[in-house]
């Protein structure tokens, strides 16, 4: 029972560990999940706006290719200076527009660094991988651990359920030998009252003739013979009284005989109990503490009902000891 314990609480903490990992693993993975999915929107929408100021670079400079191919157009064929001016200026505007990469600037270096926060990210991503398969090992080390405690835990049922069979076989067999040898007994006892009551029967009769011939005989025959002879046929009544109460043992005998059997049939309920107690943990439903209860109820049933019928069957040698006694102690000239 103490190994069983063991083996019990073994698998509980197991089973905690385990459950503390499954829990451990779900959170570092939800929680690096969130910030990768996070840093990726950010980096895209980074890119998205990087993308579109290289693409509005790209309009200026096409615009400023323009405005100074239509400047020295103008210059060479004598336009207006007004007009020189106006496309000078815009031309000056363009360039200083391109020329400008401040924004430029700060859009890389806040690329740079959410590139820096990503690798930052994959590298925590891995390093909680690391851990996981770490963790994975764990388990599978603690289901190792588990599915040899179980296996263990059935050895010791199976132990368990060889000894309740042995207890019940020599109960059977203490049952079956205890009923054979009460039935012998007071079936000897009978026949040994019977033949008693017939030899005082005859006694008795022999008394009484021996008394009416004594009273032909001798018409003087005194009175202290005669109390004797009174006294002897008074003990010879006792004494076939005594040897006409088997009867009376039979009767309890049969009542003893029935509460066996209803202690048998109780018995009997027990044991379908934890079989099908059993049979429910075999399908994953049922509680090995409960069950290692319910196997040692079962034997210590098992053991009080052999105390019981020990107890019976010293109560029976006990009520027939008295009868054999009186039938030893008859008088020798009355055994034949």
Same mark, same amino acid.
Request: glycine residues 4%; negative net charge; hydrophobic residues 45%.
């Given at each position: 029972?103490e190994?069983? &314990?063991e083996?019990?609480?073994r698998?509980? #903490?197991?089973?905690?560990r385990?459950s ?11 929680s690096?999940?969130?910030?990768? $999915?996070?840093?990726?929107r ?20 096409g615009r400023?290719?323009?405005a &100074? ?8 064929g004598?336009?207006? *200076?007004a007009?020189m001016?106006a496309?000078e ?5 363009l360039?200083?527009?391109v ?12 690329v740079d ?5 990503l690798?930052g ?8 991988k690391?851990?996981c &398969? ?5 388990n ?9 405690a179980?296996?263990?835990a059935?050895?010791? =049922?199976?132990a368990?359920n #060889?000894e309740?069979?042995k207890?019940t ?8 030998a205890?009923t054979q040898?009460a039935e012998a007994a ?5 026949q040994? $009252?019977?033949?008693h ?5 005859a006694?008795?009769?022999? $008394?009484q ?8 005989t001798?018409p003087?025959?005194s009175? =202290?013979?005669f109390?004797a002879?009174e ?6 009544k ?6 006409q109460?088997? =009867?009376?043992?039979?009767? &309890?005998?049969?009542k ?6 209803n202690?048998? $049939?109780a ?8 079989? #099908?107690?059993?049979? #429910?943990?075999?399908?994953? =439903?049922?509680? *090995?503490?409960?069950?290692?209860a319910?196997?040692?109820?079962e ?7 052999k105390?019981?019928?020990?107890a ?7 009520r027939l000891?008295?009868l054999?006694?009186t ?10």
């Amino acid at each position: 029972m103490e190994h069983i &314990e063991e083996l019990q609480a073994r698998i509980l #903490a197991a089973m905690e560990r385990i459950s503390s990992g499954v829990t451990t693993l779900e959170a570092a993975g939800a929680s690096s999940a969130g910030g990768n $999915a996070d840093l990726e929107r950010a980096l895209d929408e980074e890119r998205t706006a990087n993308a579109q100021l290289e693409e509005r670079l790209k309009v200026l400079r096409g615009r400023l290719d323009e405005a &100074e191919l239509a400047a020295e157009n103008a210059s060479g064929g004598g336009a207006d *200076p007004a007009a020189m001016e106006a496309l000078e200026a815009e031309v000056q505007l363009l360039r200083n527009e391109v020329g400008n990469t401040a924004e430029r600037d700060a859009l890389r270096l806040e690329v740079d660094r959410l590139k820096g926060a990503l690798e930052g990210a994959q590298n925590e991503a891995a390093s909680s991988k690391e851990h996981c &398969e770490t963790m994975e090992t764990e388990n599978t080390r603690l289901k190792s651990e588990l599915e040899a405690a179980m296996l263990a835990a059935e050895v010791d =049922v199976d132990a368990l359920n #060889a000894e309740i069979a042995k207890l019940t076989s020599d109960l059977d067999a203490e049952r079956q030998a205890a009923t054979q040898a009460a039935e012998a007994a007071a079936d000897a006892a009978q026949q040994q $009252a019977a033949q008693h009551a017939t030899e005082l029967t005859a006694a008795q009769a022999a $008394a009484q003739d021996a008394i009416q011939a004594a009273a032909n005989t001798q018409p003087a025959i005194s009175e =202290v013979d005669f109390a004797a002879l009174e006294a002897e046929n008074t003990r010879l009544k006792s004494e076939l009284q005594l040897a006409q109460q088997p =009867v009376d043992d039979s009767a &309890e005998l049969i009542k003893l005989d029935q509460e066996l059997g209803n202690l048998r $049939a109780a018995n009997d309920q027990l044991v379908s109990s934890n079989a #099908a107690l059993r049979a #429910a943990n075999a399908e994953g =439903v049922g509680d *090995p503490a409960l069950i290692n209860a319910s196997l040692q109820a079962e034997i210590e049933g098992l053991r009080a009902a052999k105390e019981t019928d020990r107890a019976e069957m010293s109560m029976v040698i006990s009520r027939l000891e008295p009868l054999l006694a009186t039938a030893q102690n008859l008088p020798q000239g009355e055994d034949e």
